[in-house]
């Protein structure tokens, strides 16, 4: 297994979100983690990454073999593992280049010839459709909800993981966007067959585009309930309250009457937040 997560528990400031997680990925295999929010989706994320936010309590994390809990965040990083982020944060003062460049320098070990990396950026700037001044903006400030998650994709996209962690990569998209996202990632999966995800989404639509081999929805802090895509198709039908009953476990009221967000061909449609 590429990750493999046993009876993980984790804290914040000693309060449990994550109540024995059990999760295992094979190399190239794209699992959708999906639930209700607040149940610990983005708990389980931070904490396979490093966040020192989070603390581990019980449980195991292990990465080909290796304990991933050993390692700092920058280790984990040099492992090829990636996050992006849900939120992610402006850096004044740090151009878009400099900064990926920096990162790409750390994941390697070693310097990266000037003309591959801008090479390597504006293919995907051209990609995901930025502006072309990207290179020189400071990295996402100014940038609108849209462009900061396809921002993610062109960091991504450069430092080429092999387990990539996207933490609802397509809020804030238009159906445009979304597309030119999921193409960016399908494209990466065909460059590189080990790669691993796992998607956090709220868009059925999204996951049509980027079909999980394996979806999990995560509840209360552990996996109630596991399959492939047809799961995912169910929850955007149904929502979540059918797994209060099937499963005997308590949701939140106003969250279980959510579905995903099946988009339009227009709009932007917001996701829970």
Known sequence: MALLIENLHVSVEDKEILSGVN????????????????????????????????????????????????????????????????????????????????????????????????????????????????????????????????????????LKPDLAMLDEIDSGLDVDALKLVADAINEMRRNNPKLTLIVVSHYERFLELVVPTHTHVLVNGKIVVEGGPELTRRIDEEGYKWIEKEYNVTLDEEETAKAPVSLGSCAVKQTRG
Not at 31 to 47: D, E, Q
Not at 132 to 140: E, G, K, S, T, V
Request: net charge neutral.
């Open 23 to 158: 999760l295992s990925l094979g190399e190239g295999e794209v699992h959708a983690l999906m639930g209700p929010n607040g149940n610990g989706k983005s708990t389980l994320l931070a904490t396979v990454m490093g966040n020192p936010n989070y603390t581990v309590t019980e449980g195991s994390v292990t990465y080909n073999g290796e304990d991933l809990l050993a390692l700092p965040v920058n280790e984990r990083a040099k492992k090829g593992i990636f996050l992006g982020m849900q939120y992610p944060p402006a850096i004044p003062g740090v151009t878009n280049s400099d900064f990926f460049r920096a990162a790409i320098h750390a994941k390697e070990g070693k310097p990266v010839s000037l003309y591959s990396f801008i090479k390597q950026m504006d293919k995907a700037t051209k990609d995901l459709q930025l502006k072309p001044d990207l290179a020189h903006r400071f990295l996402n400030e100014g940038f609108s909800g849209g462009e900061k998650k396809r921002n993610e994709i062109v960091q991504m996209m450069l």
